[in-house]
């Protein structure tokens, strides 16, 4: 199974800050990598996906990159509706194993 | 406008079973892979399974396998969840989705189902 780590674990920033969100993978997925917001009593939404694309409807304050084991999210501006978990997915495994981060949560500060 | 509720969590005791269910409308549901995902309190989110277009494939996290059955109606445009020997560490919220490129774009609002005696 490929572990999938996300750092930190919690991220106090104001609104306005720029903020960067780490994934590390076990082993390499190449770009087989995604991003997803996860607000309170809510669905996940997806952000990203191929390490880099934004998904659709997905604001440009939201950019992503990497590939192999190191993958960062960041969000150039944070808005008050950004504040929510943020979890990594790989889904390089064939047949489908597909693992999530623990996730990284963005608290106000 | 794509759709996806679920339906048939609960409170139920260790070891017994339930089966969930996730009504789709808004897409062809034959043309998708469909998935079950779950998020577990304290814990961040799980894959647990993925199902073929036509049923005919089906893949689950190591965790459940064995107690869990994925299985789909696409006349009925319905996906499934069989839960069995349920453990408390099976509680959570359950989402089913639509797989796009082994992402997913499309996601129930979830139900819960709390594994306790």
């Known amino acids: 199974e490929i572990v999938m780590t996300q750092s930190p674990a919690t991220l106090s920033v104001s609104p306005g800050e720029r903020v960067t969100l780490s994934c590390r993978a076990s082993?390499?997925?190449?770009?087989?990598l995604a991003w997803y917001q996860q607000k309170p009593g809510q669905a996940p939404r997806l952000l990203i996906y191929g390490a880099s694309s934004r998904a659709t409807g997905i604001p440009g304050r939201f950019s992503a990159s990497g590939s192999g084991t190191e993958f960062t999210l960041t969000i150039s501006s944070l808005q008050s509706d950004d504040f929510a978990i943020y979890y990594c997915q790989q889904y390089k495994n064939w047949p489908p194993m597909y693992t999530f981060g623990q996730g990284t949560r963005l608290e106000i500060k | 406008e794509v759709q996806l509720v679920e339906s048939g969590g609960g409170l139920i005791h260790p070891g017994e079973s339930l089966r969930l269910s996730c009504a789709a409308s808004g897409f062809s549901f034959s043309s998708y892979w469909m998935a079950w995902l779950r998020r577990a309190p304290g814990k961040g989110l799980e894959w647990v399974a993925s199902i073929k277009q036509d049923g005919g494939e089906t893949f689950y996290m190591d965790s459940v396998k064995g107690r869990f059955t994925i299985s789909r109606d696409n006349a009925r445009n319905s996906l499934f969840l069989q839960i069995n020997s349920l453990r408390a560490e099976d509680t959570g919220v359950y989402f089913c989705?639509?797989?796009?490129?082994?992402?997913?774009?499309?996601w129930g609002q979830g139900t819960l189902v709390t594994v306790s005696s």
């Open positions: 989705a639509r797989e796009d490129h082994s992402t997913y774009v499309f």
């Open positions: 082993e390499s997925v190449s770009s087989r």
